[in-house]
């Protein structure tokens, strides 16, 4: 699919990874829907092309169900959704609160079924549509501390396959991407020793850049023939 005019939504695009994929689509000449919970775009983002903000909170059904509604009503269409918005709260599983799994499964897992679900059916009507979701390694190999979201990327995964099984004969393609050590706001919250000693494990000897994981994401939009696959993006991390 080529990206030029095509209509990209892009949860949790106010930063990191979401952004650096609403960035690269907004140059491939998208036209880009950009999401977060906040009332606009933090000022501290610039960005040249034709783009949208809607405001919209994935943690709940409702929520999820009303951005779909709010993107739709901002071009008439949505042709590539990328479910990226994505938390965690991390603690070793003996230890970890009921709000801690729910909200983790809430946002990573339930809201993107539930915005994905909203969109698919224009998709399949319009027998067109593109599908990437953000998991992680974590998700398919698992990571001390992370039980609840290891459980809400790993279901992404089962998620992914499954709707490139219904879609692929509508012409609609599912993919994810499985990230390793990305830099964000997301792993700058973990203590410099524990960075230290990730970076240690990746082979690469770096953290990944928000813009290596989006050209992960547009190749999995260009490219015609790949459905429900799984791409990581990880310096070799899990080699
Ligand atoms: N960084 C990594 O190393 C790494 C590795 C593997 C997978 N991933 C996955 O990649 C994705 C992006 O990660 P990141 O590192 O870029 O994270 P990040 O810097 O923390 O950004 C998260 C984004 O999600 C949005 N968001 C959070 N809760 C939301 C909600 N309830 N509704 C709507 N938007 C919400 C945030 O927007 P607001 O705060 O403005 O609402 C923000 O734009 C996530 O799914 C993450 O699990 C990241």
Redesign the pocket.
């Known amino acids: 699919m080529e990206l030029k005019d095509k209509v990209v939504l892009v ?9 650096a994929i609403a960035e690269n689509f907004l140059a491939a000449g998208a036209k880009v829907i950009l ?4 009332e606009a775009l ?1 000022e501290t983002v610039t960005l040249d092309g034709d783009y949208a903000y809607v405001s ?4 709940t059904v409702a ?1 999820a169900k009303q951005l779909a509604k709010d993107a739709l009503a901002v071009y008439g269409q949505v042709d590539i959704l990328v479910n ?5 709260q991390d603690k070793l599983f003996v230890g970890m609160k009921d709000e801690a799994i729910d909200q983790v499964l809430a ?2 897992l339930r ?1 993107p079924i539930a915005l994905t679900q909203a969109l698919f059916k224009q998709m399949l009507k319009a027998r067109a549509g593109v599908i990437i979701n ?5 998700g398919l190999h698992g990571n001390a501390g992370q039980a609840n ?1 290891a459980a809400a ?1 790993a279901g992404l995964v089962g998620f992914t396959k499954t709707i490139a099984r219904e879609g692929a004969l509508r012409g609609v393609r599912a993919n994810a991407i ?10 700058a919250a973990l203590s410099e020793r524990v960075q230290a000693q990730i970076k240690d494990e990746i082979p690469l000897n770096r ?2 850049q ?1 813009a290596e ?1 989006a050209q992960a994401a547009r190749f999995l939009v260009e490219n015609d023939y790949v459905t429900g696959q799984t791409i990581v993006v990880d310096g070799g991390m899990t080699i």
């Open positions: 949860t949790g695009s106010t930063r990191g990874i979401g952004l999401n977060g919970r906040g933090p919209g909170d994935l943690g929520g990226n918005a994505g938390i965690n946002v990573d809201g953000l998991a992680s390694v974590v979201y990327k499985a990230p390793g050590m990305i830099e964000s706001a997301m792993t953290l990944g928000p994981v």
